[in-house]
């Protein structure tokens, strides 16, 4: 079965401090691209940042960036200079094909102290 | 920025009646998505639709679903007749359909309460 693991259920960061969000996968698939969403209270789903498994260099956007490790089948999130405004729960997810559908783990949900 | 919109924001419905859940995609999309979150779970994947039909749909997407899309703009998900364990978070999503992975953009979602 194609899964995706996120086995820290919460994490808390300090805020201005830098926190990664583990999360790993298995698929037989070749080529497929992974995401993280982030869901604040108003559980909306919003894309934080996606990576395509055939690019070696890891995707940045902004304050966050991720860890690829395609061997490992690793995918983890890092949020540098944590803001208030970052505490939601965040989800991996990944696609295997062209329009299809979204593979979710459990997600973590992050607390951001100030 | 286009967004994808969905409405009513909450629906409170009793067990055994009919619910329409409605979503607007972004104007561009070609590829559309039904996904729910029961409470404290993880977000699952119902059905994908393009060019009028069903794509993809999974294990939970049972004859008491269906979806449709009655015009040009909206694109709506029915349960026919509610169980108390349809109460979730239903999301939809689009896409480009560029032929190429696009990402998938949410809406607010719908929390549909079973009473």
């Known amino acids: 079965a194609q899964t995706v693991t996120q086995s820290q259920p919460e994490m808390s960061v300090q805020e201005a401090e830098t926190v990664t969000l583990s999360c790993t996968y298995d698929?037989?698939?070749?080529?497929?691209?992974l995401f993280w969403y982030k869901q604040p209270p108003s559980r909306q789903m919003i894309l934080v940042i996606r990576?395509?498994?055939?690019?070696?260099q890891n995707a940045t956007e902004n304050r966050f960036s991720v860890n690829f490790q395609k061997a490992a089948k690793s995918f983890s999130l890092k949020i540098s200079d944590s803001q208030l405004g970052d505490a939601a729960m965040y989800f991996c997810?990944?696609?295997?094909?062209?329009?299809?559908?979204?593979?979710f783990g459990k997600g973590i949900t992050l607390s951001v102290r100030p | 920025e286009p967004e994808v919109t969905q409405t009513p924001s909450h629906q409170v419905t009793q067990m055994g009646q009919e619910v329409i859940l409605r979503c607007v995609p972004i104007?561009?999309?070609?590829?559309f998505y039904w996904y729910r979150q029961i409470l404290g779970q993880k977000v699952e994947f119902l059905v994908s639709?393009?060019?009028?039909?069903?794509?993809?749909k999974s294990e939970i997407f049972d004859d008491q679903f269906s979806v449709e899309r009655p015009d040009g703009s909206n694109f709506t998900l029915k349960i026919r007749s509610t169980k108390l364990e349809d109460s979730a978070m239903y999301f939809c999503?689009?896409?480009?359909?560029?032929?190429?992975?696009?990402?998938?953009?949410f809406g607010p979602g719908t929390r549909l309460t079973v009473l």
């Open positions: 698929t037989s698939e070749s080529d497929y691209y």
């Open positions: 104007s561009n999309h070609l590829y």
């Open positions: 999503a689009s896409s480009g359909g560029s032929g190429r992975v696009d990402t998938q953009y």
């Open positions: 997810a990944y696609i295997t094909g062209a329009n299809s559908k979204l593979t």
């Open positions: 639709f393009y060019n009028n039909e069903i794509s993809e």
């Open positions: 990576q395509e498994a055939y690019k070696q």
